[in-house]
């Protein structure tokens, strides 16, 4: 084999790493650990993209980078297999969930080793494997028995036509993510875990956290803390409480109606009959809306009077109470004392149906806007008048409180876990039904396994499709002997990847889900890498369970995942459109009309600056790079680009596109580039016609000018890999082989520390010229090479050299005369430009600066 050719090596050294298991996870602790985590894939039918290995290629590098600095490296990888397109998949052609995920995760699998990842596979999980989810279970069960884990008829997004409750972020637009079918809130028996009360811990843990920013702020947001004060409103006529929290209490004296949510439980209770079929017509309307149109700044206010009056506690007036869709049952109490001087929702509502509007702030005089919300003077609020609006806070939560009408509270927006989904692929719940109560299973009952079923879908009635097992569903308390009925709901695809992690430490310990002296060693993950779709829900449940298993001594470690990196998105290829008229080319922002927009492959156009124009003209053209989908058609499949360049140039190209973070296009016509790249590396080293080490590779002792290259990209390359800035770290390596071709040698001592340093991002052409350089075990646990810094100074000094405070030249002398002056000043006196003005005058005064600068002095 002479020339460059991946096919032969890649496949070679990809057999070599499976059959030595060369990176299986040590089980000694003997060494500082590194543990590097992909967000592990679902594995759907169409494989993997090329935007899929940018994060996985990111993490190899770390975990190979790691290994070779003396790190035992835990870098596992599984499947998050439960979910609704391998159901839906079912439900259209009849193949059991089952059969298509092993299909899938065989071609994932295929994928990922064909790209050389060095994954312990020894260590793969797979979130519907019975002996993964019996912990799943497992840890459910620890849910139920701290009281975390409860039934409840609670309002949710349900899908008639998938037949199953969605969560929020399955919901766009009023319609399903997956096929886009009607969704309706409802109330509906479900499973619901109590997130809320770990908000605080959640909330603090972030601190310690070394995560993006904007992450950590999405996870706050979503908990959304807030301090104010809960009231309690009398209803007028009735023996009932209509209870509020807000953040400002202060303006108290401003609220001059209330509102309900449609879900309000106090509805049914305080309307009237008059407006009964006016309320229940109006909740029907509301229960089709997603909660995102509900809350819309900008949508025209909808609502309805219930015929009832509230208290305002602090003036004793009557307030009406009304029911509309911009209160959340889910935030607060489910129903807010509206302020119409304080709020634009309230201010919007009120003038709409002429309710009365009281300021409580004076606003500044120039102020021209409808509700002032910001802070100030309280005016119109009796007792409290004149104080700022600190202090009326203070003032008035304490009144309440001496009349027992409310007191200082904390709200989080964030509301408990909805756990149920109506849904066949899913891990079965762990519990029993006896006389109509829930009632866990014993450990030893765990797993519970899926019954076999012919049909996927819900069945008419509305139960999921377990219910259509009657022989699993009708079963024996084991306890009693007592009929039962098994739950038929099933766990979210959330449950599974809440705590995968934690399986990775100890994947075939029998007695808990993780071994506590694995988890000891192992945890926390050091790096976690993934996309920035998941920045709040996954990490924000994987970090509730987590918390949870470490109150229950399951775990040590308080947060999962010390450091997170969200990788960029991969678009597709760039999409040109150039604009013609009557056949001839017309620049898009010109006057003309009725231009006919063109199609451009690459080839047509030419980069000019930030733009891009028709080649050989001046007119622009509008460019794109747009998400890679199927509808689109600019999906790019890594296996066609590994078949033409192989691995280690679609590694290297992927990492050399941008800093990883960023978002960037795709194009294959680049991936060229780094081919040509590894090309000369190869042959830098290789023989074209034998194949063998190039005659030019030598024992001999490196210069100084190559000990300075390669030192220079050591220090490079190392300090890129420790901040991820891969494509930097490339450029170094491109640099240093720019170098290495201009020298007649090549010594050993010089090539081997660079094939080291090329090894994580391109491992199976290093791999293979590390055995032709002579050495007989795998570079995976070479030694990372070393920077010495004294080999950045450069063999000579060099003097700028002055005449009269003016620049006339400069020498280059031997670093070991560097401070000899007799010897520089006679150097410098000897440069020609410097000699004439010698010659023309006469030198009073020499300046001798060591290894700075030369001034001579002339008159």
Known sequence: MSSYKPEQIESKWQQYWQSNKTFKTPENHDKPKYYVLDMFPYPSGSGLHVGHPEGYTATD?????????????????????????????????????????????????EQLQSLGFSYDWDREVNTTDPDYYKWTQWIFLKL????????????????????????????????????????????????????????????????????????????????????????????????????????????IFGATYMVLAPEHDLIDTITTEE??????????????????????????????????????????????IWVADYVLATYGTGAIMAVPGQDERDWEFAKKFDLPIVRTVQPPEDFEGKAYTEEGKVINSDFLNGAT??????????????????????????????????????????????????????EDGLPVTLPEVEDFEPTPDGNPPLARAEDWVNTTDPETGKPAIRETNTMPQWAGSCWYYLRYCSPDFKEAPVDLAEENYWMPVDLYVGGAEHSVLHLLYARFWHKVLYDCGIVSTKEPFQKLVHQGMILGEMEYTGFKKDGEWVSPDSDEKDLDAVKLVEDQVEKKGDYFVVKGTDIKVDSKAHKM?????????????????????????????????????????????????????????????????????????????????????????????????????????????????????????????????????????????????????????????????EHLISDTQMYPIQVNGKMRGEIHVPRNKAKDKEYVLAEAKAVDNVAKYLEEGKLVKEIFVPERIVNLVVK
């Open 61 to 109: 590098i770390l975990a190979r980078y790691k290994r070779m600095n003396g790190f035992n490296v835990l870098h596992p990888i599984g499947w998050d297999a439960f979910g609704l397109p391998a159901e839906q998949y079912a439900v259209k052609t009849g193949t059991h969930p089952r059969d298509t995920t092993e299909k899938n995760i065989n071609r994932f699998r």
């Open 144 to 251: 139920y028995e701290k009281g975390l884990a409860y039934e409840d008829d609670v309002p949710v997004n349900w899908c008639p036509k998938l037949g199953t409750v969605l969560a929020n972020e399955e919901v766009i637009d009023g319609k399903s993510e997956v096929g886009g079918f009607p969704v309706v809130k409802k109330p509906m028996r479900q499973w619901v875990l109590k997130i809320t009360e770990y908000a605080e811990r959640l909330l603090e843990g972030l601190d310690d956290l070394d995560w993006p920013q904007s992450t950590k702020q999405m996870q706050r947001n979503w908990i959304g803390k807030s301090i104010g004060a809960d009231i309690d409103f009398e209803i007028a006529d009735h023996g009932e409480e209509i209870k509020v929290f807000t953040t400002r209490p202060d303006t």
């Open 275 to 320: 407006q009964l079929a006016a309320v229940e017509d109006y909740q029907e309307q509301a229960a089709r809306k997603t909660d995102l149109e509900r809350t819309e700044l900008s949508k025209e206010k909808t609502g309805v009077f219930t015929g009832a009056y509230a208290i305002n506690p602090a003036n004793g007036k009557k307030v009406p």
């Open 389 to 442: 609006t600190e202090e009326a806070k203070k003032q008035i939560i304490n009144w309440l409180e001496e009349q027992g009408a409310g007191k200082e509270a904390v709200n989080y927006k964030l509301r408990d876990w909805l756990f149920s989904r109506q849904r066949y692929w899913g891990e079965p719940f762990p519990i029993i039904h006896v006389d109509g109560e829930p009632k866990p299973l014993d």
């Open 629 to 789: 989908s199927k509808s689109r058609g600019n999906v790019v499949n890594p296996d066609d680009i590994v078949d033409q360049y192989g691995a280690d140039s679609m590694r290297l190209y992927e990492m050399f596109m941008g800093p990883l973070e960023q978002v960037k296009p795709w194009s294959t016509k680049d991936v060229d580039g780094v081919y040509r790249f590894l090309g000369r590396v190869w042959r830098l080293m290789i023989d074209e016609e034998t194949g063998a080490l190039n005659d030019s590779i030598t024992e001999s002792e490196a210069s100084g000018e190559q000990l300075k290259a390669l030192h220079e990209c050591i220090q490079k390359v190392t300090s890129d890999v420790k901040e991820l800035s891969f494509n930097t770290a490339i450029s170094a390596m491109m640099i240093f082989i720019n170098e290495a071709y201009k020298w007649e040698e090549h010594p050993k001592s010089i090539l081997e520390p660079f094939v080291k340093l090329l090894s994580p991002f391109a491992p199976h052409i290093a791999e293979e010229l590390w055995q032709k350089l002579g050495h007989e075990e795998t570079i995976a646990y070479a030694d990372w090479p070393e920077f010495q810094e």
